[in-house]
């Protein structure tokens, strides 16, 4: 088993910036991508980033040139840093891991950690 635990959901104004972590735990050696989805209310789940072991990231549309993705390997840390922050980013972060290793990233989790909450005032 793997533990996900994140950190750093705010309050943000609108334009500003915010960094959420998240550390994993447990059976680390398993994972090969880690990332993060996110909820809004009435919305369904959808992915944000991913990063996989050796560095290869995706990410979705919506946040590309605004978000960015970076691992500690030794830390097993993920990290999430968000600039220029919109009104409809605001959701529940989650952090994610997978142990599947192929031609995607993150499209199916095997962990998820309990979620911060983001929130972005306009």
């Known amino acids: 088993q793997v533990q996900l635990v994140e950190s750093g959901g705010d309050l943000v104004q609108a334009g500003g910036s915010l960094r959420l972590s998240c550390a994993a735990s447990?059976?680390?050696?398993?994972?090969?991508?880690m990332g993060w989805y996110r909820q809004a209310p009435g919305k369904e789940r959808e992915l944000v980033a991913g990063i996989t072991k050796r560095g290869t990231t995706n990410y979705a549309d919506s946040v590309k040139g605004r978000f960015t993705i970076s691992r500690d390997n030794a830390k097993n840390t993920v990290y999430l840093q968000m600039s220029s922050l919109k009104p409809e980013d605001t959701a529940v972060y989650y952090c994610?891991?997978?142990?599947?290793?192929?031609?995607?990233?993150?499209?199916?989790?095997?962990?998820w950690g309990q979620g911060t909450q983001v929130t972005v005032s306009s």
């Open positions: 447990g059976s680390i050696f398993t994972i090969n991508a």
């Open positions: 994610a891991a997978e142990g599947w290793v192929g031609t995607t990233i993150l499209r199916n989790p095997d962990y």
